[in-house]
């Protein structure tokens, strides 16, 4: 079993930056891959980003790329999303997910567990 708690989230204004933590229980943490998720009102849970276990691969969303950097720290048993340049078509609760496989994945029915979520939300 795997517990995930996001943190991070906040109001921000457009152009502004956010950085969001993912800290996981267990001890084979380093073995998940992990994900971003975010789900506006109304809206399907979309991909954001993914990082492999070692972190050595990573994915992310055309709508994020070059904004937004993924990264992780096994030792600590977190992960992170870097949120640059925000624009208000961010504003999502974004969950982190992890997998039992060490490959990263985009799709939400690749992953196993899941966070409660956290709010972001940028003005505009």
């Known amino acids: 079993q795997v517990q995930l708690v996001e943190s991070g989230g906040g109001l921000v204004q457009a152009g502004g930056s956010l950085r969001l933590s993912c800290a996981a229980s267990?001890?084979?943490?380093?073995?998940?891959?992990m994900g971003w998720f975010r789900q506006a009102p109304g809206k399907e849970r979309e991909f954001v980003a993914a990082?492999?276990?070692?972190?050595?691969?990573?994915d992310y969303a055309d709508s994020v790329k070059g904004r937004f950097t993924i990264s992780r720290d096994n030792a600590k048993n977190t992960m992170y999303l870097r949120m640059n340049s925000l624009k208000p078509e961010d504003t999502a609760v974004y969950y982190c997910?992890?997998?039992?496989?060490?490959?990263?994945?985009?799709?939400?029915?690749?992953?196993?567990?899941w966070g409660q979520g956290t709010q972001v939300t940028v003005s505009s």
């Open positions: 990082i492999s276990w070692t972190g050595g691969s990573t």
């Open positions: 267990g001890r084979t943490f380093s073995s998940y891959a």
């Open positions: 997910a992890a997998r039992a496989r060490p490959v990263n994945a985009v799709l939400v029915g690749s992953y196993d567990y």
